[in-house]
């Protein structure tokens, strides 16, 4: 009967840490279930990262991280991609072959200017003055001189400057015979011819083809013999030196 009584007498003072140790290893237990069971399900979710980071050995993947940042730095950056670089050669050839192209009109005609060749076989003697006034010693005044004074001998043969159509055939008490020819957008008014003209209104001329005799021009008569050819482009005179080739 007492050894019963000690017997329960220790087992009450032990039983309490015998419960404790009975569920710190019951929650040891636990936690190792969990833990093992998370595991599982990370690598079901990510087989082929878990195999690569076994394969290779890599604990950390910040570290595997760094490593590849190290890598891309040490590739060199290009100012421009090769297709960049082959549009901009493409744009240039383009642009250089634009530049070297002729001009051509709409029509596709290449442009062409109209010849030109002195009327009379001779020297310029007087120039155009434009708005500048010089003096007539024939008029005995200032005056503009509106055309140029090409000398020759009387009698010399007129000739188209330039090729064109007859307009007008007429005769000027200050410039005597004159015949005007038109060509594109010019007039050529050829002063100083004898009475009896080559060409009639209408014709039509071709350059170097006759159009008359030379004679005198009433108005500079004070000078040597001479054939005053004047030059319109519209209503207004221009320097026929400017046509002149």
Same mark, same amino acid.
């Given at each position: 009967m007492d050894k019963k009584n000690k017997f329960s007498s220790m087992w009450k003072g032990k039983g309490f840490y015998i419960a404790l140790g009975?569920?710190?290893? *019951? *929650?040891?237990?636990?936690?190792?279930?969990?833990?093992?069971?998370?595991?599982? %399900?990370?690598?079901?979710? /990510?087989?082929?990262?878990?195999?690569?980071?076994?394969?290779?050995?890599? /604990?950390?993947?910040?570290?595997?991280?760094?490593?590849?940042? %190290?890598?891309?730095s040490k590739v060199p950056v290009l100012p421009g991609s090769s297709s960049q670089q082959q549009s901009a050669a493409s744009s240039g050839s383009a642009s250089g072959a634009a530049q070297e192209a002729p001009q051509e009109p709409a029509d596709g005609q290449p442009v062409q200017e109209g010849s030109f060749s002195l009327p009379v076989d001779g020297k310029v003697s007087a120039a155009y003055s434009g708005d500048e006034l010089v003096y007539n010693n024939t008029l005995a005044d200032w005056r503009t001189h509106n055309g140029i004074d090409i000398s020759a001998a009387a009698g010399a043969q007129v000739k188209a400057a330039m090729a064109g159509t007859v307009a007008r055939v007429t005769e000027d008490d200050m410039w005597g015979n004159v015949v005007e020819v038109v060509s594109g957008d010019l007039t050529l008014r050829y002063c100083g011819l004898a009475e009896d003209a080559a060409v009639k209104e209408g014709d039509t001329v071709s350059l170097g083809q006759q159009l008359g005799l030379l004679a005198e021009v009433p108005a500079e008569v004070a000078e040597e013999p001479h054939l005053h050819l004047e030059v319109l482009r519209g209503e207004a005179t221009i320097n026929p030196e400017e046509i002149m080739k």
């Open positions: 009975v569920c710190v290893f *019951a *929650a040891v237990i636990s936690s190792a279930l969990a833990i093992n069971n998370m595991m599982g %399900k990370l690598e079901a979710q /990510n087989p082929a990262g878990s195999a690569a980071a076994s394969e290779s050995g890599v /604990n950390d993947p910040w570290e595997q991280g760094e490593e590849v940042g %190290k890598t891309e």
